[in-house]
């Protein structure tokens, strides 16, 4: 397993350590929101395990991937709304 990968989130390249969680990746791109609420309201990451959804992003074209639950790989595509 390489020890780095290289994601692009909201058109931003981002490397991360193996292992890392989209969610951290977004982070560390610079977003704190990561999607809107059906009345327009800034969400991001609240539980960090999975069961709340707020964490919700576009990977690789897929809309509502929890982004705390979903491995980084080479070459993803990340896309917030937030």
Do not use: W, Y
């Not at 989209?22 to 069961?51: D, N, Q, Y």
């Not at 707020?54 to 937030?82: F, K, P, W, Y």
Request: charged residues 20%; proline residues 4%.
């Amino acid at each position: 397993m390489p020890e780095t990968v290289t994601l692009v989130v909201n058109g931003v390249s981002v490397t991360m350590p193996a292992g890392s969680m989209v969610g951290a990746a977004i982070l560390k791109s610079g977003k704190h929101a990561f999607r809107r609420s059906a009345t327009g309201e800034v969400r991001g990451p609240l539980c960090g395990m999975g069961i709340c959804f707020e964490c919700r992003v576009v990977i690789n074209g897929e809309a509502h991937c929890r982004s705390c639950q979903t491995l980084c790989e080479n070459g993803m595509d990340v896309r917030t709304d937030g």
